[in-house]
């Protein structure tokens, strides 16, 4: 694989329970479904812009077949996806490249972009309810939009953008009758669909590097948050948020990791291989300071900041 390569289909993950097994169905679906098109390009430049037809998968669950704008920017470098038509008439992309690349796809239920290379990617995915994101080591963009139509389907995002000073955002997608979807007497468990992320599950690993990840515009179900080695900025969600350390991650000053909204009621902080009883706690304008106080070496006085949040107990909002 050199190039891009974007396949779409409709024999996809539909009845995917486990998120560790979306990806491996999906790929399975798009290579063995007879009811997929691809369209790859070999050096970044020579994609052409039209509309791709993707037929009905013979899968229960599947794609009802629609077609899919492709548009091709010269000027950035950048490839456009669109579904043309109703949300869930096209279940399915995969994108897949060796390089860094451009992207933005919009209205499909799964999207699985993977991307390599050491300089600077950006993925965009709008109104999508299933998403799995890989990229290489440059300085990664990769903004995802949540809609939901079923709570009791898989909702979940999962996003590793490896080394590099990453900027990762999960916000609210459009209702679905604003996107020309179902109507909403139709659809499943949600009206008009599910926007803010209340139906999704979100995993972000940010790998090395000063990274910043942005979920206050959604309210999720669960996320899980590995900012990695560097200067990390991580602002919460307004659902349940677990923020995932490793001593050295953080640095023993005040220019170290910050968590932005931090509710102690329902968000947590685990750093591994500590317990609660190894931090100190201190409040300094407005803000909650945790510094390690244990008995590893090399670590003493490493501290995260939970930005305009004064929280009290550790042992209420600390977990191992």
């Known amino acids: 694989m050199a190039g891009l390569t ?5 024999g996809g993950a539909s009845t995917v329970f486990d998120l560790q097994s979306i990806d491996a169905q999906n790929n399975s679906a798009l290579d063995n479904s007879t009811q997929k098109q691809e369209v790859s390009d070999q050096n970044g430049s020579t994609l052409q812009s039209g509309s791709v037809n993707v037929g009905v998968a013979p899968v229960s669950g599947s794609g009802t077949g629609g077609n899919v704008a492709v548009n091709f920017d010269a000027a950035t ?6 579904v043309v038509g109703k949300w869930n008439s096209v279940k399915n992309v995969l994108a897949q490249s060796d390089s860094a690349e451009n992207v933005y796809f919009k209205d499909f239920v799964q999207a699985d972009v993977h991307l390599g290379g050491t300089t600077a990617s950006t993925v965009e995915i709008l109104n999508v309810k299933r998403a799995n994101v890989t990229t290489g080591s440059g300085n990664d963009t990769v903004t995802i939009s949540l809609l939901s139509n079923d709570k009791n389907w898989v909702n979940a995002a999962t996003v590793d953008t490896g080394a590099g000073n990453d900027t990762i955002t999960i916000k609210a997608g459009q209702s679905l009758n604003a996107i020309g979807g179902i109507s909403g007497a139709t659809a499943v468990n949600g009206g008009n669909g599910v926007t803010d992320g209340s139906n999704s599950s979100v995993i972000i690993n940010a790998g090395a590097g000063d ?4 979920l206050h515009g959604v309210n999720l179900k669960s996320s899980t948050v590995i900012g990695g080695t560097g200067v990390d900025h991580m602002i919460a969600s307004g659902g349940a948020d677990t923020f995932v350390f490793k001593l050295g991650d ?9 968590i932005e909204g931090f509710n102690a009621a329902v968000d947590k902080v685990k750093v591994e291989g500590t317990t609660a009883d190894d931090w100190s706690v201190a409040h300094f304008a407005g803000d909650t300071i945790i510094s390690y106080t244990g008995s590893t070496p090399g670590h003493d006085g490493e501290s995260i900041i939970l930005k305009g949040n004064i929280a009290s107990d550790i042992h209420n909002w600390f977990t191992v």
């Open 250 to 258: 953080m640095a023993a000053s005040l220019v170290t990791d910050v």
């Open 77 to 82: 470098n950048s490839f456009n996806f669109d």
């Open 211 to 214: 990274d910043t990840i942005d």
């Open 6 to 10: 974007v396949t779409f289909g409709n």
